[in-house]
Every structure is written in C-alpha cells, then in structure tokens.
C-alpha cells in the first residue's frame, strides 16, 4: 500500500509530514512516498526523509494517480482531484460546508474524501484532532502577536518610579483557541476576562484565573458535539451591551468565536471598536470566516482611531515547525487507524465512528 505526501500551496510553511512520522508509517509496512522539496519550509532536506524510508518523488502528477492514500494540510485544486486513483482515500482539511462542488469532484471521481476538520470529539479520537491542535496553537500566536503591537507591557510591575498595572485581555469564544488564549495572557501576566454562548465554558474559563463574562438568562449554546451554536436575536442583543461596557476597559482583545459551517458572528460592532482607547489591539483569529469583529481583514492591520484591528490569512505559519510537529502526528494517528496491519491495506469502515464522521462522501 502506497501513501503519499505532495507539497502545500506557495502560502503554507507548514508541511503534513516529518521525518519521524515518515518512519512510524514505515514501520507498521506502508510505503510511504513524499514530494521532493516537501520540507524545504522547515529547512528538512529530502536525504533526511530517505534516510527513515520515504521515496522521493519527483513527479506529483504519477504519485497522486498511483498512490492508495493522499494526505495533505489543504484542500486541492478541483483539476487535481482527477488525477488521483479511483478508490484511494484523500485526507486534508477540505471545508466541507462550504466547499460543495469540490465534495461532489470527490465523489464523481470516486474517491473517499476525509475531512481533518470533522473528528469527533471523542476520547478515542483526540490523538487525531487537528482542528483542536491547530486552534490551540493559534490562540497562543494571536496572543503573542498582539502582544508585540502593545504599546504597553503585561504585568503589574513595582518599580521605584511607581506601580505599572497590568494589561487588560478579553477573549471571546472559549474554545480551544480561546482558551488558550486565556492561558498565555495569563502566563504574561495580563488580567483577563472572557465570554461564550457556551455556559458550560464558564468552569474552564474559571479555572484558568479569568473572569467569565455572563449575558443574563443565556441558555447553554452547545452542540452535542461540543461546539457553539449560533444564538438568537435575544441573546446577541444582550452580548451586545455586555460588551460595550467591556471592550473599552481592555487593552486588547482576541477574538475566536466560529460556528461549524457558517460564516463567523460578528460580536464587535464599529461602535464599539471605535470606543477603545488609542493603541488597544484587536487580533481576529475567525478573519478567514468574515470575521468577529468589525475593521477586521485578513493580513491586514487596520487603524481606527488609533485602535489597531488585526488578522492573518494563516497564523500557524508563524510556528510553522511546531504546528506541522502536531498535524503530522494527528494524519499518522488517523492512518493508522484506518489501516489493518493483517492485511497490510486501508479499509473504510463506516462503523468506526472516528470514520464515519469524517467521510463527506463515497459516491454520488
């Protein structure tokens, strides 16, 4: 059985497989092929990924039509889904919900189609939730990056001159992201407060030394899945004078509020952008999804009244080593998964609930 790496777009540093995954695939019997330059991003020469077993290919086009198993970070181009093996399996992030006519390629090729962003949250699956482990990293990057623009320092201080007060951080959504997010400004020493349509976030917020901002009578928004649901009329109403009483008093504020399938809610509204003090931050991690906050745009750092609103395209490419460290992990746990080491083969087993979740489609 034949699996294969391709390189990532001109915009990704990070890469779907390292060296050291490249020899636990080995080992359990596959023959494990990636593009030639596949590191490069990272500074890993090919000789290296050869060294632990890896072919090198020097021709994409031949590896993706012979290959049983294509594993990638980022969706395809449609025109590439036709070179690939009818019967394979291709496993990347592939935004499904949004993504319709590439679902319907994969399934006019006949190609099962895994989608990374659909594991279960499940004790069984979290060695291969990617979408956890990225977001994790993200929330820590948004957090430094806005840092860095901070024209003031995070701790208290006492200092014979006075007594400098700590920064003021709002985080909004407590996911993963958020929640690490919560934990690194916290590390720096910032005073932080957040707020989710998910009560239940309340205890992990807590327990991380943050305040939990509550919209009054908000019922629990959370699907059985674990992720928010979109609220209603009412309760955006509330969050929304919750929070022009908030935003003002932070010195920065994350955002990384996401619904499954559907564009980002918008949670700070140029009024209240506009209502925060010269030289606060705004870092918009749901950019990419239309944003949670007004002024938001992807690579991009708009001033509003001397209020800086930020938000990056990709924000793991800044620790692109350590992010592609955990994805490649994730896909090895996930290949394995999926393999049957008797007969040294993938099977698609739709009972497997891990499986199950994340394939969008078999055929038409």
């Not at 994805?327 to 008797?342: D, G, I, M, Q």
Request: with cysteine; aromatic share 4%.
């Amino acid at each position: 059985m034949q699996i294969f790496f391709p390189k990532e777009n001109e915009f990704e540093s990070r890469v779907s497989v390292l060296p050291e995954t490249v020899n636990k695939l080995v080992e359990l019997g596959i023959d494990v092929e990636v593009e030639a330059s596949i590191g490069k991003t990272l500074h890993i020469s090919d000789d290296l990924y050869a060294s632990l077993g890896a072919s090198i290919s020097k021709d994409r086009d031949s590896s993706l039509s012979a290959s049983d198993v294509i594993c990638r970070i980022n969706k395809p181009e449609k025109e590439e889904i036709r070179l690939i093996k009818k019967n394979s399996i291709h496993i990347s992030f592939l935004d499904p919900f949004n993504e319709i006519e590439l679902v319907e390629e994969f399934a006019r090729s006949n190609i099962s189609a895994i989608s990374m962003e659909l594991i279960p949250r499940i004790a069984r699956a979290q060695k291969m939730d990617a979408l956890s482990s990225q977001a994790n990293l993200g929330g820590y990057a948004a957090v430094i990056e806005a840092s860095s623009c901070l024209n003031k320092s995070f701790p208290m201080m006492m200092t014979a001159a006075g007594t400098i007060t700590p920064a003021k951080v709002l985080v909004i959504g407590a996911g993963v992201a958020g929640l690490q997010a919560i934990a690194t400004a916290k590390r720096l020493g910032a005073i932080v407060s957040a707020t989710d349509v998910r009560t239940v976030a309340k205890e992990q917020v807590e327990s991380l030394g943050a305040k939990f901002l509550v919209v009054e009578g908000a019922e629990n928004l959370e699907t059985s899945e674990g992720y928010a649901k979109e609220a209603g009329e009412d309760f955006k109403k509330k969050q929304e004078e919750l929070l022009k009483n908030s935003v003002k008093k932070n010195d920065i504020i994350i955002c990384t509020a996401l619904i499954p399938g559907k564009k980002a809610p918008r949670i700070i509204s140029e009024e209240m952008v506009k209502s925060m003090k010269p030289g606060s931050i705004i870092y918009d991690l749901a950019v990419n999804q239309g944003g949670n906050s007004a002024f938001a745009e992807a690579d991009k750092v708009n001033v509003v009244n001397g209020v800086k609103v930020m938000g990056a395209k990709n924000i793991l490419n800044k620790l692109a080593l350590t992010a592609s460290n955990l994805y490649a992990k994730n896909l090895s746990s996930f290949v394995n998964n999926l393999y049957n080491k008797e007969k040294k083969d993938v099977y698609i087993n739709q009972e497997d609930e891990i499986i199950s979740k994340t394939l969008i489609n078999k055929e038409l």
